[in-house]
């Protein structure tokens, strides 16, 4: 029986050139390239067809509001339980802003320096339902209409502002409508209180717009400028070096602030804010 001859014998193998590796090289790197191509186009049309149903359903459901909540401080009642003029004038002016926010945040149960005006049963007016009622008198459907009927002054306003509604709903944006007098104490009272820590979100931007001061005479708008100079001042060096957290400001408002802090059956609430009943501001709560 006879051996077989050695396989490369039988079968001598064909040494490729160095023209044909290279074309061989060359063919693979051509393929590669389509692939690669090709990849990238398919990647493409998939973005392209998730960002045009994006924009279809986007359309749909029609834009993104500019502000998650328009925010109207409280600035008294008239003796029938109606919102003063200038706390109209700022309700107009949030009205503006009808098609650009989502809902209308209305503030303040009243003030400390007046009693509040009652209703024909004998109930106390909320200054936030007065205002609520102006803007749905005004075409804005009810379930967009938020009352904070809590505070009592300014502090009050931006607290119950921010716990019971701001971190509630996670606001982005809020835009505080209010009178021209009353604007420098609004803006740094907010932009404090929305800037104590904790956060459980990233804390809201918040824009201001200042209005006329309708229906005021000029002693008594001059009375609360004064009057708003040196509670700035008060506020200033009296509660922002003492209240750095959430927390801090629970403590002030509950046991330090008049407003807020139990009381003695009998005690006057508020007296060592509240202007004496002959000073011009006191027509301006």
Known sequence: MHALPPARAAYPRRRRSLRQRLQHLLLWASLHRWLVVCGALGCAAVLYGL??????????????????????????????????????ARLDAALAHEKETSYFL?????????????????????EASASGAYLIHGGVAPERVLLESWSLDTIGNAAFARLMHSDARRWRRLHVVTSAF?????????????????????????????????????????GRIEK????????????????ADLAALHRFLFTEHDA??????????????????SHPALGTY
């Open 51 to 88: 960002l045009r149903t994006r924009q279809h359903l986007r359309g749909a459901a029609g834009p993104s509001p500019r502000y998650d909540a328009v925010v109207v401080p409280g600035g008294g009642l008239r003796a029938d339980g109606r919102p003063t003029a200038w706390v109209g």
């Open 106 to 126: 209305v503030l303040s149960r009243g003030t400390t320096h007046k009693p509040p005006p009652v209703d024909a049963r004998g109930y106390a007016i909320d």
């Open 182 to 222: 009353h604007m420098a104490r609004t803006r740094e009272i907010f932009d404090w209180v929305f800037g104590l820590p904790p956060h459980a979100t990233r804390q809201p931007q918040i824009s201001y717009e200042a209005v006329d001061e309708a229906g005021l005479d000029p002693e008594a708008l001059a």
């Open 228 to 243: 708003e100079r040196r509670s700035l001042d008060g506020f200033r060096s009296n509660v922002v070096p003492r209240v």
């Open 260 to 277: 807020y802090r139990a009381h003695a059956r009998g005690s006057e609430l508020g007296t060592a804010a509240a202007p004496t009943s």
